[in-house]
């Protein structure tokens, strides 16, 4: 006789069949979770522990609890290093000035947006810079900046202005070399909003049309809304390469002049790995500073793309 309809079938699987497609994506996981805790997360807690210590690198490790970050700092009777300020200050210009890659990005990729005769020659042209490697770039922007032979002086005499050493003036090395960097990370901005702006809905454009959506008003109220992810990883990626601008800085003034064009993952290498550095726990005291930065920010987008979307639900 049979067995009723509604009798639950005893299932003869083994445990990893009836739990497979639970545990299976934690199978592709787990070697990029191991790798990224020994080569990420490992380092960062190595480098905390290792601020709070006098070290060379070879020797013994002598504990000074947090003297590092008293003299960075100026807390207690310690002055703050100067040095550590400039660096500070530098990077802060680097936040403020390394945005403006993301409207120029946008409005270049809006130009890009167009059917017109030879685009894909312009986006080539403008997509360029991305692929170059950001020594190129210094290089490059080194010689256009030399006070004799560089472009820029070619074209400011051809015009009668004068001559600039950008590199050599400690109150303008700095926005030379941001200005070097920017050329790069706009490319970057405009492919994020190109991929953006294939991504719009035609259908809101049009609708905004027949309603009498132009110009500005379409670009603002119904453009913009649709972009809000690329503009989203457009801030992080900007944001993050402001803070850990390294290889321009390197590659065009070393630091100089004077230490004028520093900023905090440089003064990091001066103190740590330089000729005459080697003192990591300082240099990693200065890395926990700048990462603590670095965490700020990457939290408070994180928490409002978090709110946004909890919103729209």
Known sequence: MSAPADTPVTSNRGWYRRNEIAITPWLFLIPGIVFFSIYVVMPIFQSFWISFHEWDGLGDKTYVGTAHYERLLGIGDQKMD?????????NIKWLVLY?????????????????VRGIRLYKSLFFFPFVISQVVVGLVFSWFYLPREG??????GFFN??????LGDPTMATYGIIAAGLWPQTAYCMILYLTGLNAVDP?????????????HKMLWYVILPQLKPATFIAFVVTIIGALRSFDLISIMTNGGPFGSTRVLSFYMFEESLSEFGFRMG?????????FFIMLGFIVYFLYSMWREEKEAR
């Open 82 to 90: 100067r040095k550590f300020e400039v660096s500070f200050w530098n």
């Open 99 to 115: 945005l403006l890659a993301i409207p120029m990005g946008l409005f270049i990729a809006l130009f890009l947006n167009q059917t």
């Open 151 to 156: 472009l820029l002086n070619a074209i400011l």
């Open 161 to 166: 202005m004068g001559s600039l050493n950008i």
């Open 203 to 215: 259908e809101q454009v049009e609708a905004a049309r027949l309603d009498g959506a132009k110009g």
């Open 282 to 290: 300082y240099g990693s005291a200065i890395a926990t500073v700048l």
